[in-house]
């Protein structure tokens, strides 16, 4: 059963960092993109970033660009998400999901989400 | 960035009647179009792929069609599992976006 679960949310202060982690199981992790998809409670899905199975290519939201690192750890079947120079906006649940196959990059399994609070 | 432009807004209706859910891209997308479902408290769920592949275990009321600049989500009969939220969401082009979402309520 592919199971995905991300975690380090929290509260932070404007202008701080965090890491999100997304644990997954169930599947060949190497073979799979994995993306970062956001809401704000109450509102509708932003797409965040991207990578692929490898790590070697990734991808961002324009809204993010330069303040968020996507990365993966194959060993480790994890990803990450880096986030630096937090803002108020950034506050959201933070989703992965798993690409529905190793070339069809549509988002298939998620995970259940982390709060990400950002608030002095 | 693509725009996505989902109408309408809400929709209100019946079960057993019929709901059309559009999605309008800002240039062409070719069919690098998916449909989601997302119910409160839930993560999305990929219905459509491909603008009119259905995701394994989604049932055959819903359907897909559409390609370039516009695409249709077709609830051939709802059931009252299907009131929830719906979004679209384009790969054609990095970065990826969504649709602002189209709310279906109970009538």
């Known amino acids: 059963e592919v199971q995905l679960v991300e975690s380090g949310g929290g509260l932070l202060q404007p202008g701080g960092s965090l890491r999100l982690s997304c644990a997954a199981s169930g599947f060949t992790f190497s073979n799979y993109a994995i993306n970062w998809v956001r809401q704000v409670p109450g509102k509708g899905l932003e797409w965040v970033a991207a990578i692929s199975g490898s790590g070697y290519s990734t991808y961002y939201g324009d809204s993010v660009k330069g303040r968020i690192t996507i990365s993966r750890d194959n060993s480790k079947n994890i990803v990450y998400l880096q986030m630096n120079s937090l803002r108020a906006e950034d506050t959201a649940v933070y989703y992965c999901?798993?690409?529905?196959?190793?070339?069809?990059?549509?988002?298939?399994?998620w995970g259940q989400g982390t709060p990400v609070t950002v608030s002095s | 960035e693509i725009v996505l432009t989902q109408s309408p807004d809400t929709l209100s209706l019946s079960p057993g009647e019929r709901a059309t859910l559009s999605c309008r891209a800002s240039q062409s997308v070719d069919s690098y179009l998916g449909w989601y479902q997302q119910k409160p408290g839930q993560a999305p769920r990929l219905l459509i792929y491909?603008?009119?592949n259905r995701a394994t275990g989604i049932p055959a009321r819903f359907s897909g069609s559409g390609s370039g600049t516009d695409f249709t989500l077709t609830i051939s009969s709802l059931e009252p599992e299907d009131f929830a939220v719906y979004y679209c969401q384009q790969r054609s082009n990095w970065p990826m976006t969504f649709g602002q979402g189209t709310r279906l309520d109970i009538k």
């Open positions: 999901a798993k690409a529905l196959s190793s070339v069809q990059w549509w988002w298939h399994h």
């Open positions: 491909d603008a009119s």
